[in-house]
């Protein structure tokens, strides 16, 4: 296993299309966790799961926005009716509960463009 | 409120060079530390993680400080190098938090040759 991956690298979408991305995480990590990041800035927390169980999401992820984890192991973040300001990177990061700290270990996003 | 503040905001300096990276928090209770090197359009990759009772890690040319008293983290850079260039973003988890960190808004490293 060669670490978090994310599949697209780069979608470049119009106003109001849908998109789906999605996290291939550490084999053997049960968490995953979504994240947004916006240029200088450092990323903010969307949602996260233990396995399939989606526990907590953040009022960042709107109703256009939805996460799942069907099976425990890769996760797809779709963004519904995309607006501008959807525009970002959308990083994936794993971790082993129990682990120590809860390391997280990052994807290297999709970049999101949405003209 | 949790916040983490860092600065510089951005940093330019010639290879070689030292330079020391700082970051201020208000997260409690306090659980850990992180320090992150994000390169242009990847994703972050962790150097170092402190809990409350080491002063200092370091992992290569990479030197953390810890203060919990007055809730400060240093990151000092020895020796830069071009590859250095990327943004240093600090991150503090809280107790009873285990799966959201705070991050600051990092700050951008340049090394010019």
């Known amino acids: 296993d060669t670490g978090v991956s994310q599949n697209p690298r780069h979608k470049i979408t119009k106003r109001g299309q849908n998109v789906t991305f999605r996290c291939d995480p550490i084999?053997?990590?049960?968490?995953l966790y979504w994240y947004r990041q916006t240029l200088g800035q450092g990323p903010e927390f969307l949602t996260y799961?233990?396995?399939?169980?989606?526990?907590?999401k953040s009022r960042l992820l709107s109703d256009r926005f939805s996460a799942e984890r069907p099976k425990g192991s890769f996760s797809t973040l779709e963004i519904q009716r995309t607006e501008q300001g959807d525009s970002a990177m959308y990083l994936c990061a794993s971790s082993l509960d129990p682990g120590i700290f809860y390391e997280q270990y990052f994807g290297p996003g999709t970049r999101l463009t949405v003209t | 409120k949790n916040q983490v503040e860092q600065s510089p905001q951005s940093l330019i300096i010639l290879e070689g060079k030292n330079c020391t990276l700082q970051?201020?928090?208000?997260?409690?209770?306090?659980?850990?530390l992180r320090w992150y090197k994000q390169d242009t359009g990847r994703g972050p990759v962790s150097l170092t993680i402190?809990?409350?009772s080491e002063n200092t890690k370091s992992n290569g040319r990479y030197t953390a400080t810890l203060d919990a008293d007055t809730k400060q983290s240093s990151l000092h850079i020895t020796a830069s190098q071009l590859s250095d260039s990327a943004s240093y973003i600090c991150?503090?988890?809280?107790?009873?938090?285990?799966?959201?960190?705070?991050w600051g808004a990092g700050t951008k490293l340049i090394i010019k040759p």
């Open positions: 970051c201020n928090y208000t997260v409690s209770p306090f659980s850990n």
């Open positions: 402190m809990t409350f």
């Open positions: 799961f233990q396995n399939e169980a989606q526990l907590e």
């Open positions: 991150v503090v988890s809280a107790k009873d938090s285990n799966y959201q960190l705070i």
């Open positions: 084999s053997e990590h049960n968490r």
